[in-house]
Each structure stands twice: as structure tokens, then as C-alpha cells.
T-cell receptor, first 109, second 111 residues
């Protein structure tokens, strides 16, 4: 069974903390993505990667960075968490079927 | 650039067919997808269609693609209460098959 796994389902962090969201896929997909989902705004692309060590900015990259050291793992980093980064974060991989992880609901207090 | 639009809400009676519509702007789309999201859950891939196809059927689901009008639809036959969810269409474009999503259509199934 194909799988995209996000390391945490729920996270609560303090303003200013450095936050790591991890995503692992077991399908040997080249492409991986990070989205955030907010009510009324749909899914917005933060960053994506089409190969190891390759990354591209999506539509809303400000305040985020990413790391793709291995093909199966794509990490999203919030350098200094802020309350406006409270959201549901979704990781995906595709080739061409696109599968999503279960999501991480991050609350920044 | 890419833009994907959907209506926000659809209500149907149990047993009827549901048709959820989507329009997109990028003519270079390679694949188009339909996802289902239930409350508190991630996105479940329902089906996808290659951009050179007109139709794809999978059990109760039928996807129709009108490439000329850049219009995609998802028909759910014999809609059940368990089909109540938000449905997202998405297109993939570019070398990395970047996915762009619509805002989602909330399907409400009434008895």
C-alpha cells in the first residue's frame, strides 16, 4: 500500500521556535510538495522538490525553508514560528498519481 | 499562470447523481485530479485523468474532460451519505508536475 507519512498529526509550538515538519514517502517518487490549507483559502503551495537537493519556491515560501537530503524525505522548516503560521500542513508526492500525507495541524502560540 | 476554480457548495439527495464542476486555465496541464477530504482528514486521491483523454470511469465515479473549454467534471452515481465531503480538483503542470488546487466544493448529501 503506497504511503506518504507525516511525522506528527498535531503540534503546538511557541512563537519564535524553530519547527521541523517531516514527510516520508515509500513510492520512490521524484516530486514532493508542501502545502498549507486554511479555511477559505484552499491549498497553497509552499515549496516543492523534483529531485534530491533540488527545491523550488511555491506561491507562499516566505517564512519557510525546506530540505531534501534523501529522495524519500522532504522536510519543511519554520525558521522562527509565528502565529500566522498556524495551519494544517500537507505533504504530497507524485509520479503521476499524487498522494498526500494525513496532515499536521500546527498551532503556534 | 495556473488558476483552478470550483463552485463552493453542492447539495444532493441520497441516491441521486452528483456532478461537481471545475475549470482551469493552464492549457499545458498534463494530469487532472479529483480528491476527497473528510473532516479532519488528509486528501484522498479519488481518480485522475491524463489530459489527452475525454472520459474515465471507475465504479460510481465518472470524470469528463473538455480540453477545449478547460472544463473538468466529476460525476458520482447513486450518491450516499458517506460521500459528504469536500472535493478538490487539481491540475499538474511543469517539469515537476506541480499541483494547483481549486478551493474545493463541499458536497452535502441529504436523506
Amino acid at each position: 500500500d503506497v504511503k506518504v507519512t507525516q511525522s506528527s498529526r498535531y503540534l503546538v509550538k511557541r512563537t519564535g521556535e524553530k519547527v521541523f515538519l517531516e514527510c516520508v514517502q515509500d513510492m520512490d517518487h521524484e516530486n514532493m510538495f508542501w502545502y498549507r490549507q486554511d479555511p477559505g483559502l484552499g491549498l497553497r503551495l509552499i515549496y516543492f522538490s523534483y529531485d534530491v537537493k533540488m527545491k523550488e519556491k511555491g506561491d507562499i515560501p516566505e517564512g519557510y525553508s525546506v530540505s531534501r537530503e534523501k529522495k524519500e524525505r522532504f522536510s519543511l522548516i519554520l525558521e522562527s514560528a509565528s502565529t500566522n503560521q498556524t495551519s494544517m500542513y500537507l505533504c504530497a508526492s507524485n509520479s503521476p498519481e499524487a498522494f498526500f500525507g494525513q496532515g499536521t495541524r500546527l498551532t503556534v502560540v | 499562470g495556473e488558476d483552478v476554480e470550483q463552485s463552493l457548495f453542492l447539495s444532493v439527495r441520497e441516491g441521486d447523481s452528483s456532478v461537481i464542476n471545475c475549470t482551469y486555465t493552464d492549457s499545458s496541464s498534463t494530469y487532472l485530479y479529483w480528491y476527497k477530504q473528510e473532516p479532519g482528514a488528509g486528501l484522498q486521491l479519488l481518480t485522475y485523468i491524463f489530459s489527452n483523454m475525454d472520459m474515465k470511469q471507475d465504479q460510481r465515479l465518472t470524470v469528463l474532460l473538455n480540453k477545449k473549454d478547460k472544463h473538468l467534471s466529476l460525476r458520482i452515481a447513486d450518491t450516499q451519505t458517506g460521500d459528504s465531503a469536500i472535493y478538490f480538483c487539481a491540475e499538474s503542470t511543469g517539469t515537476a508536475s506541480k499541483l494547483t488546487f481549486g478551493t474545493g466544493t463541499r458536497l452535502q448529501v441529504t436523506l
